[in-house]
Nanobody, 124 residues
C-alpha cells in the first residue's frame, strides 16, 4: 500500500500562484507514475497533469492551457503541482494519484492509490 498526502491548498486571489505537494509513504516513489486530478462541486473528477515514473516525462490533459506544471523530487518522495494565474474556475479539490505502469494514464480507474485531496479556492 502507498499512502499519499496532499497539502498546500487554500484560498487565493485571481491571478495568484500556488504550489501543491503530494508526499508518498514509500521510498520507491520514483517507480510510480503520478497524476494530479481535480474535482469541482457537482462535476466529475478530471485529470490535470501527470509525470511518468523513472524518466519524469510530463503529460497534460488536452483541456489544460499551460498554466499548470508538475515536477517531482524523488529524494523527498514528493510530487508538486505548480499553478499560475489562477482563475475562479480552478476552484476544486485537488487530488494526487499514483500507479506503477509505463504508459500515460489519465483516467480515474487507471490509478491505484489516491490521496485525500486538498481544497483550492480562487476568490475574485
Amino acid at each position: 500500500q502507498v499512502r499519499l498526502v496532499e497539502s498546500g491548498g487554500g484560498v487565493v486571489q485571481v491571478g495568484d500562484s500556488l504550489r501543491l505537494s503530494c508526499v508518498a509513504s514509500t521510498r520507491t516513489f520514483s517507480s510510480f507514475t503520478v497524476g494530479w486530478f481535480r474535482q469541482a462541486p457537482g462535476k466529475e473528477r478530471e485529470f490535470v497533469v501527470g509525470i511518468m515514473r523513472n524518466n519524469g516525462k510530463q503529460y497534460y490533459s488536452d483541456s489544460m492551457d499551460g498554466r499548470f506544471t508538475i515536477s517531482r523530487d524523488n529524494a523527498q518522495n514528493t510530487v508538486y503541482l505548480h499553478m499560475t494565474n489562477l482563475r475562479p474556475n480552478d476552484t476544486a479539490i485537488y487530488y494526487c494519484a499514483a500507479e506503477g505502469s509505463f504508459y500515460e494514464p489519465q483516467y480515474v480507474s487507471e490509478f491505484d492509490y489516491w490521496g485525500q485531496g486538498t481544497q483550492v479556492t480562487v476568490s475574485s
